[in-house]
């Protein structure tokens, strides 16, 4: 298995523009999440999926953020629009969950973003 | 989700046994132990996770007291490459909350 591919690896854009992070999670699983990772706030979960439906976006910092997961095999998050405090690592992990068993994450290897 | 206490940092000899401490005074009985790492600028790695007994694998022992207040995680012989920052987490649900865990350090 691939594991979990994230795309782009590194994104530098200017102020005000469009970002869109993807997410292929490792097949069969049926859990996404997304997190954001600074120096100052460590790592934060933003919001999470089960069976393609968001199940706690709480951690999604404002409106600008929207994260969608259109099927089992992609997920997108969305920054619109982007400002100089949104440049973080961007890591999406996934995991097979049931409500009654442990829950082992499996991360990408993240999406390094820089605004300008 | 219970809250997680782990040293700010540790150092380790090259070789030796690495115990890293975890306080969860406050675990209740369907929560999980989950042990994490991530080495500098990578993805957050699985390491092990116990509900109530001991746990071992490839990569390290988990050590949970009985009264599962507090876990050990245990490298047996570490390696400059299991210099990382190691993250303990308690829950029962769906989502992990990561806290600032521990920096380890593993020197020659």
């Known amino acids: 298995d691939a594991g979990v591919i994230q795309s782009p690896r590194h994104e530098v854009t200017e102020m005000g523009q469009e970002v869109t992070l993807r997410c292929k999670p490792i097949s069969g699983h049926n859990s996404l999440f997304w997190y954001r990772q600074t120096m100052m706030r460590g790592l934060e979960l933003l919001i999470y999926f089960n069976n393609n439906v968001p199940i706690d976006d709480s951690g999604m910092p404002e409106d600008r953020f929207s994260a969608k997961m259109p099927n089992a095999s992609f997920s997108t998050l969305k920054i619109q629009p982007s400002e100089p405090r949104d440049s973080a690592v961007y890591f999406c992990?996934?995991?097979?969950?049931?409500?009654?068993?442990?829950?082992?994450?499996?991360f990408g290897a993240g999406s390094r973003l820089t605004v300008l | 989700d219970a809250k997680t206490t782990q040293p700010p940092s540790m150092d380790c000899a090259e070789g030796r046994a690495a115990n890293l401490p975890c306080n969860h005074s406050?675990?209740?009985?369907?929560?999980?132990v989950y042990w994490y790492r991530q080495i500098h600028s990578q993805g957050p790695q699985y390491i092990i996770h116990?509900?109530?007994n001991n746990e071992t694998n490839e990569m390290a022992s988990l050590i949970i007291t009985e009264d599962r207040k507090s876990s050990t995680l245990i490298l047996p012989h570490a390696t400059l490459r299991d210099t990382a920052v190691y993250y303990c987490?308690?829950?029962?649900?769906?989502?992990?909350?990561f806290g600032q865990g521990t920096e380890l350090s593993v020197k020659p």
């Open positions: 406050t675990i209740s009985g369907n929560e999980y």
């Open positions: 987490i308690a829950t029962g649900g769906g989502k992990l909350i």
């Open positions: 992990a996934s995991s097979l969950w049931t409500s009654f068993g442990a829950n082992v994450l499996t």
């Open positions: 116990g509900l109530k």
